[in-house]
Structure formats: C-alpha cells, structure tokens
C-alpha cells in the first residue's frame, strides 16, 4: 500500500463525531425514564459522576460517545412513542411532560425549605435519596457546641419532631444516629471479653481476626446517606493489574527508605520517633470516585485524581533529604499515585524553594476526586482510639489499629476482602501515608534539626532538640519515642 492509499483509506475511516442534545436536555431525557445515573453508568461503563459531568457540559469521546448518542437517541424515541400511545384511564400519569416527573430516589434534588442534615444535623437545602443532605462535603461539618450561659441551667432540649409531609416515606435507609458508630466497636470489644470471659488476650486475638468484616460494617454504618458508593468492581487499567500471582502492579508508592550517610560531627544523640496513625491520618486523601478515565499531556486538574506515568524531577538534597519518589534507582518515567504528584509538584514552588522541577507528566488515568469519602469512617476510628488510649483499654485500641492498617491493605486484591476491590484507592492511601512522612522530615529539617533516617510509614529518625518541633503522646496528630541512641553504637 502506497503512502497514498493509506491516507485514502484513513480518511475512508474517519468519522464526525455524533452530534448530542445539549447538555440539559441531557439529564432530561434520563430522568423522563426515571433512570438513575448509577444505572446508565453502569450500562456504558463509565461512573455516576461521569455521567453527572456529561449532564453538566462535558462532553464523551471516541467509542464512549457513541454509545451515549446512542442511549439518548433510544430515550427520546422512547418518550416519543410513550406520548403518542393513550394511556389506559387507570393508569394515566398525573402529569402531560415526562421530562418534568420527579427525579429517581438516588438523585440530589433541592428542598424548598432548609431541613436538618442526617449526616451532621445543621441545616441543608438539598437531599439525595430522600435524606437532607449537604452535596459539598466541606459543608458537612457537626456544629460546635455552645456552653449554656451562667444564669441558664444545663438542661437538654426537648427535640422536636418535624412534621409529618417534611418526613421522606418508605426510606431505603433509616436516618444516621450520631451515637451509632463508636457504640459499634465498644459492642464488638465488650462481647468478646464476656465470650473468653474476661482474657484480654483472647478477646484481642479474636477481634484481630474479624477486624477487616467488621471494618467494613463500620464502614458502611457511617456512609448512610452517602452520595457516592464505594463497593464494587470497576474496570481497572492494565497498570493496575499484577503480572503474576506474586507479583506487583506498575504503580510506584514512592516508599521511603533512606539513611544519611555522612551526618554532622557532633550531632549527639538520636531519638527515633513513631507517628501515630500513619495509615489512619492517610484515609483523608483525594480519592478517585468512579472508574478511571485514560488522558494524555501535561496536564493535572485538581479536581480530579488517579494514577499518573510522569518523568520525575531530578532530586539534589539527597545528602540531607530523602527523595519524595522513594529509593527508586531506575531511571525514566514511572507510574505513580496523586499523592506523590501533588507533593513533587509542590515542591517545585517557590514556598519551597523550590526544591526541585515540577514532573512532567505524560499520561494519566483519573476520575472526579473528593478528599472526604473515608472521613466519618476515619473520625469514628479516631475517635475510638483516642478514648481507649486515655481509658488505657489496650484491648480496644489494637482492635481500632487491626481495622485500619488491615482495611488499606485489603483493598486492593485479596482473598480476605472481596466486597471491596479498588488497587487504585490502597495505592493511593499508602502513598499518602509516605507523603505525610516524608513532609514531617522536611518540617524538622527546616526547624534546624539533622534528619537521621526516613523509613517505610511511620519511622523517623532525628538528632536535635525534637520536641521543639513535634509534640510528645499517642494521638494520631503526637509521636512517641521508640528509642534513642548516638551514631557512634547504632540504634539499639
């Protein structure tokens, strides 16, 4: 074939792209047919927000935007001959315009009056599945409390109940109560301790070996009302699927493994500190909603997050400074997580120096992002970490433990988990554990202090007067102190 026919035979090929409604005849047209977006996303293999975002200006490309031609064309062809076809007089709808029925039950739809949300209780002017509920979740957030003045006594106020047409009918989900969720793990540790009758060793054993289902009914109890779900398969890209059985993915989690080879002369002694939490404080990440879409060049939107194949900046402090990409040797570009990304792109900042180049990025795999899908979820851990490290119940506080660190690490594919299965997500989550690590060195670094050692989740190491800088305890935002010894004899 001459260079001629090939270009005769690609333009043969090429097609325009099909024309589609504008974007709010979009949305129309599927709730007319009363379809939820979860629903259609599904049919064409994309996620509801994706959807969402086709239905607010986006637009579909190459195969995908065929088949959503497609389906809008069958729904107004659909809705046509719904129109022309009387209705039996017993069956009638109430209504002469199907585009303007009521939007299925898993659709954000406004209130006319503001109600309080089931989630934090303050006031919201929206609700999704027939619950209240606040769509930014920023705006989610329990009001803080007001102390009663001095000439008021302390009496609780009697709630009132809101009338019976504000109430949502034959809910799908009962209302969130905000006690519900710590109770969970204080019945679990009680119960266990009444089964082996008071041994605490046995109560943990067991609670240990439970700890990833009862994880996940945790999980699920603070989601009530969510707008997004989580558990379930979506398609995954090539990258995140192991080459063997005992193998790894491509995706690079930047994990730092790094000692200083020539400190200071008199540095004195070395205090080896552990972060509380690491896994725990790393839940609060920028997440990938829905299946991940492919996109190439140079380009990052905050909006969004995944997976990106970047050529990494060269790092020039590695005599007093770990690199944010980890110990990788090899040279050239590399997958890596949106924690990683964002973290060297800050770096190239002037906040920072900068300290190095910004990446460069070269392909991705993305999808709308939110920071707050695992927050309720990692507050009521939290919550009941800190009551039982105060309440010195050790028995608890190794349950709490084994349900988050065995939570990330199940996530991805494993035997032990299969109600949840998002690789993406656990790269993700343990990348930000590495970066939350990685960004304590630097803080010591520039307090003045000699970062000795940088290690795994949760491990550094520092010479100088560290308390300055971080605070001494067992909460997740404290450190404690593991050892301490002198360069000269090694950590012991």
């Known amino acids: 074939m001459t260079d001629f026919d090939a270009i005769d035979a690609l333009l043969a090929n090429a097609r325009t792209p099909t024309d589609l409604p504008p974007a709010e005849q979009r949305r129309a047209l599927r709730q007319a047919l009363n379809l939820t977006r979860t629903q259609v996303a599904q049919t064409l293999g994309v996620s509801p927000s994706t ?39 017993e069956t009638a709808p109430t209504t002469e315009h199907p585009t303007t029925a009521a939007p299925p039950k898993d659709e954000d739809t406004p209130l006319p009056t503001p109600h309080p949300c089931v989630l934090c209780g303050a006031p919201a002017t929206d609700q999704i599945e027939g619950y209240p509920q606040h769509l930014n979740p920023e705006d989610c957030t329990p009001p803080t409390p007001q102390p009663p003045t001095p000439t008021q006594p302390q009496q609780a106020p009697t709630p009132t109940p809101p009338p019976a047409h504000q109430q949502p009918t034959t809910p799908r989900r009962p209302p969130q109560n905000q006690t519900r969720t710590p109770d969970l793990i204080a019945r679990a540790v009680h119960k266990a301790l009444d089964t082996h009758h008071g041994d605490t060793q046995a109560a943990t054993a067991e609670l240990q070996r439970r700890a990833i289902p009862d994880a996940m009914t945790l999980l699920d109890t603070c989601r009530i009302g969510a707008r997004y779900d989580i558990v379930g398969h979506p398609p995954l890209p090539d990258i995140l699927r192991k080459k063997s059985a005992h193998g790894a993915d491509e995706v690079w989690e930047a994990r730092p493994h790094w000692t200083r080879l020539d400190p200071p002369p008199t540095p004195g002694e070395v205090t ?83 300290l190095c ?136």
Do not use: C
């Open 51 to 89: 959807i969402g975002g086709w239905e607010t200006g986006r637009d579909p490309s190459g195969e995908t935007r065929e088949k959503y031609a497609y389906f809008l064309t069958a729904a107004q062809e659909k809705l046509r001959t719904q129109n022309e076809t009387p209705a039996h007089p």
């Open 272 to 354: 080896a500190l552990d972060i509380n939490g690491a896994y725990l404080s790393a839940l609060k990440t920028h997440l990938p909603l829905g299946t991940l879409e492919y996109s190439t060049g140079n380009v990052h939107s905050r909006r969004r997050a995944g997976i990106h194949l970047i050529t990494p900046p060269e790092w020039d402090h590695h005599p007093y400074l770990p690199n944010p990409l980890g110990n990788r040797e090899e040279p050239g570009p590399v997958w890596v997580t949106e924690p990683t990304l964002r973290l060297l792109q800050r770096l190239a900042t002037e906040q920072y120096g900068p």
């Open 357 to 492: 180049d910004p990446p460069v990025i070269h392909e991705s795999f993305t999808s709308g992002a939110t920071e707050q899908l695992f927050e309720k979820f990692r507050q009521a851990l939290r919550d009941a970490r800190e009551k039982a490290i105060t309440e010195e119940d050790e028995v608890t506080l190794e349950y709490v433990k084994s349900m988050y660190s065995k939570f990330v690490s199940t996530m991805g594919e494993s035997n032990f988990n299969r109600a949840l299965y998002r690789p993406d997500w656990m790269h993700i989550i343990r990348s930000q554990a590495f970066v939350n690590l990685w960004l304590k060195a630097h803080k010591a670094h520039t307090a003045g202090l000699t970062v000795m050692r940088v290690m795994g989740t949760d491990e550094l190491h520092i010479a100088g007067d560290w308390r300055q800088v971080f605070t001494e305890g067992r909460g997740v935002t404290q450190v404690k102190v593991k050892d301490v010894y002198t360069p000269e004899t090694g950590r012991q």
